[in-house]
């Protein structure tokens, strides 16, 4: 492999320019620097993470520090992330902050005090009063992806609206019996389900039916929202004819027990999700889109931002999600004709 010296030798400068041209720091002509980029790159020259640090002051290192890795949203979020650091040759930390677990707090009381990192994006991190503050004290920027606070830039969908536009969908088919499904299980339940929630009520209300507003409580997964489907839709009596669901795998789970229970989606159950998980498209589910990688990107390009320029103020960005209608929703007049049919087959068959 290449050294310094070789680079510096072919592209007929000193080892200093050479070095101020491949890390950016100091000043070198425009056409110096591209002269040494190229001969780098014709030699396979790769600069030492410890000899840029040297000439930088900087890691060239982003930590990354979420709840969980295993979920599609942070899978997406990371994928987004790391294909943008690499994209500008910096590596990646990635710290797994399980909520509840002693890991999570050697994260924060140990390893993001060593302070390995330029700068640290967290998603979906949601920390508590003490956790906050030993972030804010770690003194390198931070950009959250998803949360709520001043003290970091944010970048997010508006999750209000999302759930509002999902709400009005419903409304605009005719439906006046529509169920807020998911979130609310424990204490702290995530700031994105209550901000969701809010925006189904705000919906509600400004149709004219705050009386009729229900939310059941679930678990923000798959199976959760499911077993709580089941108790939802068990009761003919008191059924909702639409569900809005705190994200799309509660909304799955939902249509899992829906058919169970022998109630046709959507003839018979108009059902919403939020987010476009990699499952909606399989189960045709209408939804409102997010891009978790789209947001990972510009954490990224936020971070650098903020790294290039301490002074630069802290920013908050919302993205609007986009609504795409699928085969999980229907007027509840087609609902009503279904409905009708149904019983009057039922009917010729017991006759």
């Known amino acids: 492999m290449a050294g310094i010296a070789e680079v510096a030798a072919r592209a007929g400068v000193s080892k200093a320019t050479a070095s101020r041209a491949l890390t950016g720091s100091g000043y070198v002509s425009d056409a110096t620097r591209q002269r040494v980029r190229e001969v780098a790159d014709e030699l396979g020259y790769v600069p030492s993470t410890s000899a840029v640090s040297l000439a930088t002051g900087r890691t060239q290192n982003i930590g990354v520090v979420m709840p969980y890795v295993n979920r599609w949203f942070f899978a997406e979020v990371l994928e987004g992330i790391q294909q943008a650091l690499l994209e500008r040759g910096l590596d990646l930390t990635l710290y797994d902050a399980k909520p509840g677990t002693p890991g999570r707090d050697r994260i924060f009381g140990d390893f993001l005090a060593r302070k390995r990192f330029d700068g640290l994006i967290a998603v979906g991190l949601e920390p508590q009063d003490h956790e906050l503050e030993q972030l804010v004290q770690i003194g390198r920027p931070i950009v959250s ?56 009520e705000s919906a509600m209300s400004e149709a004219g039916m705050s009386d009729r507003i229900r939310h059941v409580r679930s678990e923000v997964s798959l199976p959760g929202g499911y077993q709580s489907a ?53 189960f045709s589910l209408t939804t409102l889109q997010q891009v978790p990688r789209e947001q990972g990107r510009a954490a990224v390009e936020m971070l650098l931002a903020q790294i290039a320029d301490p002074d630069r103020p802290i920013t908050h960005v919302q993205m609007h999600a986009r609504l795409i209608v699928r085969s999980t929703t229907s007027a509840v007049d087609a609902q009503s004709s279904a409905v009708l049919d149904a019983d009057l087959i039922r009917g010729t068959a017991t006759e």
């Open 230 to 282: 089941v108790d939802l839709l068990g009761d003919a009596r008191q059924r909702p004819t639409g569900i809005v669901a705190v994200c799309d795998e509660v909304a799955v789970g939902a249509i899992i027990a829906a058919r169970r229970l022998g109630i046709h989606v959507p003839s018979e159950l108009s059902v919403v999700g939020i987010d476009d998980h990699e499952y909606a498209e399989m």
């Open 145 to 200: 992806v998803v949360g709520s606070g001043e003290d970091a830039s944010l970048i997010a969908i508006d999750d209000d609206y999302a759930a509002r536009r999902a709400t009005e969908h419903l409304l605009g088919l005719g439906h006046t019996q529509i169920a807020f499904l998911g979130g609310g299980t424990g204490v702290h339940w995530a700031h994105v389900d209550r901000q969701r929630l809010s925006g189904y």
